[in-house]
């Protein structure tokens, strides 16, 4: 046994860690946290200083038991979990649950390198309780909220689900998409004349220039341009001054999200477990952090890489500042380990996200690019010396909001043309950060050769309808960069935050398709004005966050009954009081009694109350003109619906499930009308009525008492005739065998099911490669398909038993293993499968009946149905809509 036991939390550390340490050292991994509190019951002591009740996770108390005995033959054990509050609880957790001393060794890196590992080696020290406490508050206070106030959720919302749930960070994150759907809701587009012309410069170059201000109205733009016939464009000024762009700071946990967003289209999520594997590759430095900080090591290796891959002239050295007050400046920025490797990683994903933090480190050391910026201004002179005069004010911002209207004023006399010189590059060679909604028509080119008192030679002028544009909705990098601004969270807890408020139903992550709508343009162009309309599309968004209808419930309750929960400066509070904890300027029992109190009151006072009107989130719509009965629209156990009547002795309501994106704060009556036309025919094809309705697997036409799915690009609501016997006919198509031929006196025939087509022989089905097709399938080719499927079944068994037929030796994907009856059970790596008897494969499978398994007793065997019934109620479609819709 080594003389030293390592432990860190991830497999991937460990095996990178045990590459750098002598043979006196073992590195093991605990494969995360492996104490916490459990999941049934609070499992907090409220009454005696919050104490909480861990327990070793059930599966991992094999490894427990393994690392304890290691720990106890090993002379020395080091704890080198993560540099962070979690990594510290880890190293805590293993601390306890392995009864290693107090002054156990702990090592901290921030890379995963030889040097950093032999270093921290060097200079260990012992858990930092601090550090350790502030993730125990941050836990135990996740706990009662989730603990106590989610059950309130489950009796006020929805008719008792209990897939609901509440928490610090993620109702706040689901309060910010909520509040900005309803403010782009509410948005009204205004419409402003944006004023542009084109001067013609040396017979072929182009000056584009711009009028400072909109006009408010078409007919103040037009009588601008109306104006510039015949006027005189003279430059009047040119403003020539040296500019500079700074390098971005090196990447913390947040903004390398948003950037992986923007540039590679990576979610949150993913951007994370890219970085993660990076990270224990040796790749990397630590990926959860929110400093902008480098060392002086790192410093001085980019410095190298810049000088030999770019001259001594692009080097300018930055320590940057990082603005979050809480932030940990011992701490680094994202950077690559080893600047000489310009690509890192195993697979497509990794090396591009590596990239990206290559370039942002590199270029952070760089020198400034040198710009020169050039303002032009254009004097107008119009005809006769006339002073021509609009009734309506000039709007000073981009886009006017609303016209006003009183005394006339002056036309504007003058345009505006801005370009920009790159004199020297700098770290622009290297990397340019991106920006959210990024606007093309903010971009700045080349300005043509230009003098003072030059007469310009109008090309054309246009006065074009823009409109105002709402906030745009928050994509995942978005609402970490807002979450990170307001204080709220911490590097670790962006990405689970948000698949929390996804994975629970609160809000969707999808695209939204544009709208058209037109816009007026008029054009002076040889002394003459015209108008032309045209068409834009605007409002497409893609990847954003919509919140849901249970969402929107949801955070309103909150908002109401909880409002401390969900207000942005009670959590960023508590952030910096866990701050102060990790500092020991705080004790986190003194933190946590402040809070509960308070809250548990307001838990005690809802629970007795008789609140219902979230129970449904109901809003009356109006009166359906058939019947004139009350049109509803509310949330149900299952999902938002539209109700037609009330439930009475005499009669029951109809119901209609809403259609995706429909909100109950938005729809409107004839929306809620629009979804009792289903059932709804189509027309006939051959002679048989086509019926449109939706049932459990989603819309469907009915034709013949047989049931075709639509697609999800086909509207169940407007679908049309012809579109509805292409489906049909397609669905036949598919459905029948066709016979190729024969092969060994055997029918070979295809045909396509659920899983695609497939060439089927002897009773047997041959999957066709994906890219292949039935129509250009030939006999011979599906016979080299049959002899293909023989010979990777005949290697699938390594050995059969004719005694036995139940037991198989199989060369499954990830190594041999024995198929015993419906268990597969594994080979030892010291056995040669080959060799195995029958004897010997009853013996390994525990002696147990072949093809039969293990009889469980007690609870055990009780929990898998309970498990079956509790899915089987999650997925049991909307008994509102069942009645609403033809059953399939």
Not at 33 to 52: C, Q, S, T, Y
Not at 208 to 217: H, R, S, Y
Not at 637 to 659: F, V
Not at 859 to 880: L, M, Q, R, V, Y
């Amino acid at each position: 046994m080594s003389k030293n036991l390592v432990i860190v939390e991830s497999p991937a550390k460990a095996k990178t860690i045990e590459g750098y340490l002598g043979k006196d050292f073992t590195v093991k991994s605990s494969f995360g946290h492996v104490r916490d509190l459990p999941k049934d019951g609070l499992a907090v002591d409220v009454l005696n200083g919050f104490k909480p009740s861990y327990e070793v996770s059930p599966d991992k108390k094999k490894l427990v038991s393994e690392l304890k005995s290691l720990a106890k033959a090993a002379d020395e054990v080091w704890l080198a979990t993560d540099d962070d509050r979690e990594g510290e609880a880890i190293s805590w957790h293993l601390k306890e649950a392995l009864g290693l001393r107090d002054n156990t060794k702990r090592i901290v890196f921030r890379e995963i390198t030889k040097t950093a590992i032999q270093n921290a080696i060097k200079a260990p020290r012992t858990i930092d309780v601090d550090l350790v406490n502030a993730q125990q508050a941050r836990r135990v206070l996740d706990r009662l909220v989730g603990y106590e106030l989610s059950p309130v959720l489950w009796r006020k919302i929805k008719g008792g689900s209990t897939g609901l749930s509440a928490g610090r960070v993620q109702s706040v994150a689901l309060r910010l998409v909520v509040e900005r759907e309803r403010e782009i809701d509410k948005h009204s587009a205004k419409s402003s004349f944006k004023v542009t012309a084109q001067f013609i410069v040396d017979g072929n170059k182009v000056l584009n220039a711009e009028l400072p201000k909109n006009f408010a109205t078409s007919v103040d733009a037009r009588a601008f341009l109306e104006a510039c016939i015949g006027a005189t464009f003279t430059i009047k000024s040119l403003e020539t001054r040296p500019a500079k762009k700074t390098p971005a700071p090196p990447f913390t946990t947040s903004t390398l999200q948003q950037e992986a967003s923007r540039k590679l289209g990576y979610s949150v999520d993913r951007t994370m477990r890219i970085a993660q594997n990076l990270y224990e590759a040796g790749k990397i430095s630590y990926m959860r952090t929110d400093s902008t900080n480098l060392s002086q090591e790192a410093i001085d290796k980019a410095v190298a890489e810049i000088g030999s891959e770019f001259g001594e002239k692009y080097i300018q050295t930055r320590q940057f500042k990082t603005k979050n007050e809480s932030a940990q400046e011992a701490h680094e920025a994202i950077r690559p380990t080893n600047f000489n490797d310009r690509s890192a990683g195993g697979d497509r994903d990794q090396k591009r996200l590596y990239e990206l933090i290559w370039k942002r480190a590199i270029a952070s050391q760089m020198s400034d690019a040198q710009l020169e910026r050039t303002t032009v201004t254009i004097s107008i002179k119009f005809a006769n010396g006339v002073t021509t005069t609009v009734q309506t004010n000039i709007d000073d911002s981009p886009f006017a909001e609303t016209p006003t209207t009183g005394k006339a004023q002056p036309f504007p006399n003058e345009l505006v043309a801005q370009g920009e010189v790159i004199k020297f590059d700098g770290f622009l060679r290297v990397y340019l950060e991106s920006k959210d909604d990024e606007d093309d028509e903010d971009a700045k080119g080349m300005l043509p050769p230009l003098t003072i008192g030059q007469v310009l030679n109008l090309g054309q002028m246009k006065a074009t309808e823009k409109f105002t544009r709402p906030q745009p909705r928050y994509a995942e990098a978005s609402l970490v960069k807002k979450l990170e601004e307001m204080g709220i969270g911490r590097p670790s807890t962006y990405a689970p935050t948000i698949s929390t408020i996804i994975n629970r139903g609160y809000v969707v992550k999808q695209d939204k398709p544009g709208q058209e709508r037109k816009y007026v343009e008029y054009t002076l162009q040889q002394n003459q004005v015209n108008e032309t309309s045209g068409k834009e599309t605007f409002g497409s968004e893609k990847a954003k966050l919509f919140p849901t209808n249970t969402g929107i419930v949801v955070n309103d309750f909150l908002v109401e009954y909880f409002p401390d929960i969900v207000d942005y400066k009670f959590t960023a509070t508590v952030e910096k009081e866990f701050d102060e904890i990790a500092d020991g300027r705080m004790n986190w029992q003194t933190m946590l009694g402040s809070f509960y109190g308070d809250f548990h009151k307001n838990i005690e006072d809802i629970q007795g109350s008789s609140i219902v009107s979230f129970k449904t989130g109901a809003r009356d719509l109006g009166l359906d003109p058939r019947t004139g009965k009350k049109i509803s629209a509310r949330l149900g156990k299952y999902g938002a619906y539209a109700q037609i009547g009330e439930s009475t002795d005499d009669e029951k309501p109809q119901y209609a499930n809403l259609r995706d994106g429909q909100l109950i704060e938005t729809i409107t009556l004839q929306d809620a009308l629009d979804l009792f036309t289903l059932p709804r025919e189509v027309g006939f094809f051959e002679d048989k009525p086509m019926t449109i309705g939706i049932g459990k697997f989603g819309p469907y036409v009915k034709h013949d008492d047989k049931y075709v799915s639509l697609t999800k690009e086909d509207d169940p609501y407007t679908i049309d005739e012809e579109r509805t016997i292409q489906l049909i006919q397609q669905k036949r198509a598919e459905s029948v065998s066709e016979a190729l031929g024969e092969f060994e006196g055997k029918l070979v025939s295809t045909g396509k099911g659920r899983f695609g087509p497939y060439v089927k022989f002897d009773d047997k089905y041959v999957s066709l490669p994906r890219n292949e097709s039935l129509a250009e399938l030939t006999l011979e080719r599906a016979i080299e398909l049959i002899q293909a499927k023989r010979v990777t079944e005949a290697n699938k068994y390594i050995k059969e038993f004719p005694e036995n037929p139940a037991v198989k030796v199989v060369n499954g994907q990830y190594g041999p293993y024995l198929a015993v009856g419906k268990r597969n059970v594994k080979i030892p790596k010291d056995i040669d499968p080959a060799t195995l008897t029958l004897e010997d494969c009853l013996k390994l499978a525990g002696d147990e009946p072949a093809g039969k398994a293990p009889a469980k007793k007690g609870a055990a065997a009780k929990a898998p149905a309970k498990a079956k019934a509790t899915t089987a109620t999650a997925k049991k479609p909307a008994a509102t809509a069942k009645k609403a819709t033809a059953k399939k």
